[in-house]
Structures are given as C-alpha cells and as structure tokens.
C-alpha cells in the first residue's frame, strides 16, 4: 500500500484560514460507508443524525498556548519554541526556530524576562530539551505569554483563541486542537442529550506527531509518535451500557476514535486505564468499538485520511473528498466536517 494511493488534488484556497462566526454553521457532507451515498447538510443537523441511545465520544483535550516568541541571550536573535512533551521538573521537550542556533547550552528569553530558559538536551530527531525558569505556575506564565500553535496552513492570526478549543476542553496539554469537535455549541451538546444520546468524555493530548508528513512511500515503513490517552471508569461504563443495549459508539475526531481504539479490548470492552498510544490506522485495521465517526477533511496523504480510509473504504473516501471540491468545502481545522456512519 503506497502513501501516494491517498493523495488528492486540493485548490489552496479551499484551505479555511479564519472559524466561521457560528461554530455549528459549517456543512457536513455525510457518508453512508456501506452503500457510498453522500449527502450535503449543515453541522446543527447532526441532532438529526445520532439517535437516542447512541454514545458520543469528546475528546476534552485542551491546546496550551504553547507557542513562544522570544530572543536569544546575549545575541538578540529571535527565537520560537513549540512545547510538544513536559518532561516534568520544568523541562519541555519542544520544536525551536532556528534549531541550529538553539543548540545545547543556549539561553532564551521570553516576555520581557517574565519567563527565562535553557536548552539543555537534543533528541535524535532535533527536537531540544528546554529547561524552564520562572516564578509562580507555569500554565498562567503561559496563558499571557504562549500563542496558539496554530498548524502551518492558517496564515491568518486567530482573533479569538478560544476559537481554537472545543466548548468542553478541560483538560490541558495538546499542542494541536482536536478540531472535529470546534462545531459543536452548549446548546447543541444540550440537544443531544434532551434527545437521549449519551455523551462520554476520553483524554487524548494531540502531539504535532499526528500532523507529520508521511514521508515513507509504503505506509507500512511510517512510524507514529506515541501520545497519551485515558478513559475514566464513568467512560468505560457508558461505552460498555452503549454497546450492551445496541446503541452506537460515535466519535467525535480522530484522536477519540485513536483513543477508544487504543483503550478497548479484543472484544471492544472498555475498563478505566491510561496509556501511550502509537496506534496507526489503514486499511485492513478491524475497528473493535467505533460505529460512525464525525471528523473534518483531512491532508492529502495523511495518517487521518488513512484512518478514515480505514473506516469507509479508500474508494469512497477519495469520492467522497473530490465531490467537496466540486462543491467548494472548506478544509482542514476551521473547514467544514463529515460524518461517517
């Protein structure tokens, strides 16, 4: 199977660069991944789609604004980091620009001095090891000082950065939004469960992993960075109530179908644990508790197109993707959503 068999042609400006002003406004093309059929709707339908009974999983993953502007001690120089990983004990392993001239030894600056650093190790990959200095607690340090690590094909400052979270995040450390679930409002979740669809909260902290080129010509030879993951005995028990009475388990994003994927046993039993997940689905994976999936359009040669390829069919997907050209949907994080079933 070759990374080039999940390529499609995408017009850059189909890219969505800034949120639509109403989260649920975005359209949502629907998938009938046994028979092919598609249908065009709007995202506010989906109380439409999932039936009472049925389980929503929500990843409540929160992005940290982990982006950092600062300088280079004593040279000036400007400098970015990226947290990817705490370390713990103050050190992050992160992403920093320019890498050759943050080697180790060298220290940073960041806001005025508010936050100081120095990077003290390198991973094979290049990624560094910084070690963080500051006074009172690192995440509000972070809250005035970080940016939202928005990915590299938004070229428009992000007005909001809440716009940038789902309603229900809670739990920080992703580096990347889970960004399936940015359509969702308070008063669609609530739609939902008046309509009697349960909703089940899982734990997935996106690392930029998830978002790496595939490089590799066979997908066999890619290799996924590992992110963690965890399921709550409230989760396990709705998961397990779900597929008892013959509900269905919806996902909400990728990396809550990577999650139960991870966490499920052979028989798609559910207990509470916690784990690193390195899980890559393509096809040929045999799904052991995902029913339907909500998700966004994805990158040309992705890991995520191959997972959603996974669940529909390669075929179908690539159908599926060219028919939202034509139509002219938006793509990518702040694009519009599909739904699988």
């Known amino acids: 199977m070759k990374t080039h068999d999940f390529y499609y042609d995408l017009p850059p400006e189909l890219i969505a660069q800034t ?3 109403r989260r649920d406004a975005s359209r949502l093309l629907t998938l009938n991944r046994e028979t092919g059929e598609i249908a065009h709707r709007h995202f506010y339908d989906i109380a439409e789609l999932i039936q009472p009974g049925d389980c929503l999983v929500l990843n409540d993953s929160r992005v940290l604004p982990a982006r950092l502007l600062g300088h280079r001690v004593p040279t000036g120089g400007a400098v970015e980091v990226l947290l990817l990983k705490d ?80 309603v229900y995040s809670r739990v920080n450390g992703s580096a990347a939004a889970p960004t399936a679930g940015l359509h969702f409002t308070p008063e669609l979740l ?113 890991t995520l197109v191959m997972l959603v390829s996974a669940f529909a069919g390669r075929e179908k997907i690539l159908n599926a993707y060219r028919i939202a050209v034509q139509e002219r949907y938006r793509f990518f994080s702040f694009g519009d959503a599909m739904y699988i079933y």
């Open 190 to 302: 609530r739609a939902l469960q008046d309509k009697g669809v349960n909703l089940a909260y899982v734990t997935l902290h996106v690392g930029l992993g998830t978002f790496r080129p595939v490089k590799a010509e066979e997908v066999t030879e890619h290799h996924m960075h590992s992110e963690f993951c965890m399921i709550s005995q409230e989760t396990a028990d709705l998961l397990n109530r779900t597929r008892e009475t013959g509900g269905r388990i919806v996902c909400v994003g990728t990396t809550s179908c990577r999650t139960i994927e991870s966490l499920a046993d052979e028989n798609g039993h559910f207990a509470a644990r916690s784990a690193w997940t390195d899980i890559f689905i393509y096809p040929g994976y045999r799904f052991k508790a995902m029913d339907a999936l909500i998700t966004n359009f994805h990158l040309p040669e992705s």
């Open 19 to 21: 949120p639509l002003e």
């Open 87 to 166: 370390e713990g004990g103050g050190v992050w392993e992160c992403l920093t620009k320019p890498g050759r001239k943050t080697h180790t030894g060298t220290e940073l600056s960041f806001g005025d001095g508010e936050l100081t650093a120095t990077v003290v190790g390198e991973r094979d990959d290049g990624n560094k090891l910084v070690q963080f200095h500051y006074e009172g607690i690192f995440l509000e340090v972070l809250e005035r000082l970080g940016k939202m690590p928005l990915p590299p094909y938004i070229k428009e400052e992000l007005q909001d950065q809440e716009r940038y979270q789902t």
